[in-house]
């Protein structure tokens, strides 16, 4: 649809959209689950992974004409609540933050966009359309800083990792801790296809049994599905002192035997933390943006498995077999 030019008041910072990310959020938006429209407004800019190239980069963004950026999807609440006041939107206390392309404010998915100098992140130009995977690769820093900041209660010398789901998030997991020197082991249930091969080209081992099955305990692990089962096996299976940090977001689904008390007693006899992460904050952008500069950019481009135009929006949405990231092109790099 024709939707007007972005005005000044959206952000001093002129981009072009080169591509945006879709994932399971964008689908529970457009199924009418998920996501609210700007106040007084009858529809909703979807997009909320982004990457652009600066149009115009006004007159006090640091940005050049041409620079490759990110933007940031959060805005604190208007409050602001005291996490917002520190710039800790990803913590905010009283929900009433907005976010692009989800809560109260248009995202990206247009052919241009603006933004505020402060929240657009400029990439290393040589990940080209790889920038793209910045939004997802933020909320995996955000969730390694988490179990970084949990582990310094002990003396705590983590060496095996377990990153349950090898989707975007769970493959970009591998690749944060695997840049960090854990030993890193993904398990899904996929046998066959790409997900193996990536985890093993990044020097992982691949797991397509159950969790409890795993022959050993791992010191963190990183949930990435929202799969009630895995979640309840990842705490049977956690080491001593291990954490869990939860990532994934699922709805229901029966899960054998489970009792929150006896969930309880595993965590309190092994001191176990498990912790929920979601969003991101500048700091993690940034880290996150180094992450993806240091990877290398083969296996980062074979997360991309299907690039699709503008106007075919609805089967981007579509999830096909062989999916693992999705993008909507806008233009060329
Ligand atoms: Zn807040």
């Known amino acids: 649809m024709d939707i007007p030019e972005p005005g000044a008041h959206e952000g001093s910072v002129l981009v072009e959209a080169i591509a945006v990310g879709v994932c399971g959020t964008d689908v529970e938006i ?48 208007p409050v602001p609540c005291p ?48 920038g793209v995977l910045l939004e997802p690769a933020s909320v995996i820093a955000k969730a390694i ?41 993904v398990l899904d249930k996929t046998e066959t296809g790409a997900k193996p091969d990536l985890v093993r080209a990044l020097g992982a081992t691949y797991h397509s049994g159950s969790v409890a099955e795993l022959p050993f305990e791992p010191d963190a692990i990183i949930e990435c599905t929202g799969v009630g089962q895995l979640i309840s096996d990842s705490i049977g299976k956690i080491g001593a002192n291990g954490i869990i940090c939860l990532t994934g977001i699922g709805h229901g689904g029966a899960v054998r035997k489970t009792s929150t008390a006896d969930v309880a007693a595993a965590s309190v006899l092994r001191n176990n933390v498990i912790v929920g992460s979601v969003n ?20 980062l481009s074979k997360l991309i498995t299907r690039r699709e135009k503008p106007e075919n929006f609805m089967s981007a949405l579509e999830r096909k077999p062989d999916d693992i990231k999705v993008v909507i092109q806008f233009s060329a790099v």
């Open 30 to 77: 457009v199924e009418g689950k998920y996501g609210w429209a700007p106040h007084g407004q009858p529809h909703l800019v979807l997009g909320h992974e982004s990457l652009g190239r600066v149009i115009d980069p006004g007159p006090s963004s640091g940005l050049k004409k041409g620079d490759l950026v990110v933007g940031i999807v959060r805005r604190p609440d």
């Open 83 to 130: 996490n917002c006041a520190v710039g800790e939107w990803d913590m905010c206390r009283n929900g009433l933050y907005t976010e692009r392309g989800i809560k109260e404010i248009h995202g990206f998915m247009s052919e241009r966009w603006r933004i505020e100098p402060e929240y657009a992140i400029k990439i290393d130009p040589t990940l080209g359309i790889l």
């Open 145 to 185: 800083e988490q179990l970084e900041m949990i582990g310094r209660r002990s003396f705590w010398e983590p060496r095996t990792v377990l990153v349950t789901g090898a989707g975007p998030i769970g493959l970009l997991a591998a690749l944060s801790v695997k840049q960090s020197g854990f030993d890193v082991h």
């Open 280 to 299: 991101a904050n500048k700091r993690h952008w940034y880290k996150a943006a180094q992450i993806l500069a240091n990877a290398d950019r083969a296996w």
